[in-house]
């Protein structure tokens, strides 16, 4: 496991090299067994020893795996083109212990999401443990929230959306994934210091979350580490009121509520990770928000000033995070080279586990 940069592969991944038979003394199968139970109990060895931390590695990727209506998708991996391939090879490559996406479409039955678990065990990365709730994306509001007097439009869901779950976000991991708390069904307006504003069409009704807010308990070996997860809506597509910026912000906010001991939040290591649509410096939005974040001394930044997307038309930017506490020692952190057919970049970081003390 780790990142394929720092870390060596995993055994696997790939076939034992061949070796010589040495015609003296034990047949080469036996002797290749011998050194490998060797090999395996210096490594139990080696983990047994106090103060021993392996590493663990978290990924987040707001990977293009949305189609224009329900089913599209599972159909795409059932049978999949250069792009889906593309996808596959780098998240086997990397091999994340958990992998974050934030742009997956949901169905009930986690059909499709099984069918990419699928495709990814094929190639190496087996993810026996996968969660996937009901994003806000989609979900009918019954308002006119954009204004534009017509009924049922995507930017009338809760989240921006054509059909229910389309663009929601998905986990995949080595070990069990509990979910602590799901916060998607909070009210803006709930949101202490909400910005929403007080004559918002949907004032009664509109969901903080554009897709999800989920606290999720990884019960990783030697110990849990919490999730935090989200996908922000992007702060444009509105006019002069900046409702989306507003919003944006909003949803970037309730992470530090979080922390503040607020929503059950605020114990044990975890780690922040996923889609904010919020660059620190560049682009639309309350760059300032985001910068606070960066800032927060309970928060690490450990790839700072790394895009992770390249737009074609505003350039290159970083939008999405992975921000691990500050009791966390981080090993590795790396923002991936685009994969075919991807505007968004995996980003990955490796952590130190079980916590050793404060990170240097």
Not at 54 to 67: E, G, N, P, V
Request: proline content about 9%.
């Amino acid at each position: 496991m780790g990142l394929s940069s720092c870390q060596p592969d995993h055994a696997g991944h790939r076939a034992d090299a061949h070796r010589p038979a040495d015609r003296r003394k034990t047949p080469s199968r036996l002797c290749a067994g011998a050194v490998a139970g060797g090999l395996s109990l210096l490594l139990a060895l080696l983990l047994a020893l106090p103060g021993h931390a392996a590493d663990l590695t978290l990924a987040t990727w707001h990977a293009d795996l949305s189609r224009d209506g329900p089913g599209l998708l599972l159909r795409d991996l059932q049978d999949p083109g250069p792009d889906l391939q593309a996808l596959v090879a780098q998240v086997t490559e990397a091999a994340p212990d958990v992998l974050l996406l934030t742009h997956v479409d949901f169905d009930a039955g986690g059909a499709a999401l099984a069918a990419l678990a699928a495709l990814l065990a094929e190639g190496g990365a087996a993810y026996p443990h996968r969660l996937a709730l009901l994003p806000n994306t989609g979900m009918a509001t019954g308002r006119d929230l954009d204004g534009d007097g017509r009924l049922g439009g995507a930017r009338d869901a809760q989240g921006y959306g054509r059909f229910a779950g389309q663009g929601g976000m998905a986990l995949l991991s080595r070990w069990p994934l509990v979910v602590a708390r799901d916060l998607s069904e909070l009210l803006w307006r709930d949101l202490p210091r909400s910005r929403i504003a007080a004559d918002d069409p949907g004032h009664d009704l509109q969901r903080l979350s554009s897709t999800g807010h989920w606290v999720v308990t990884l019960d990783a070996p030697e110990g849990p580490l919490t999730l935090l997860a989200f996908a922000a809506t992007p702060p444009v597509f509105d006019g002069p009121e900046d409702r989306n910026g507003r919003r944006n912000a909003d949803e970037l906010r309730l992470w530090s509520l979080w922390m503040d001991g607020g929503f059950d939040g605020g114990a044990g290591p975890f780690v922040l990770m996923g889609n904010a649509n919020l660059d620190p410096d560049r682009g639309e939005g309350l760059r300032q928000d985001m910068q606070a974040l960066l800032a927060d001394p309970r928060l690490q930044d450990p790839l700072p000033d790394e895009p992770t997307v390249a737009w074609k038309t505003a350039g290159p930017m970083r939008v999405s995070y992975a921000l691990p506490s500050a009791g966390l020692r981080v090993t590795a952190a790396r923002v991936w080279p685009a994969a075919e057919g991807q505007l968004h970049r995996l980003v990955a970081l490796s952590l130190a586990w079980p916590p050793q003390g404060p990170s240097p």
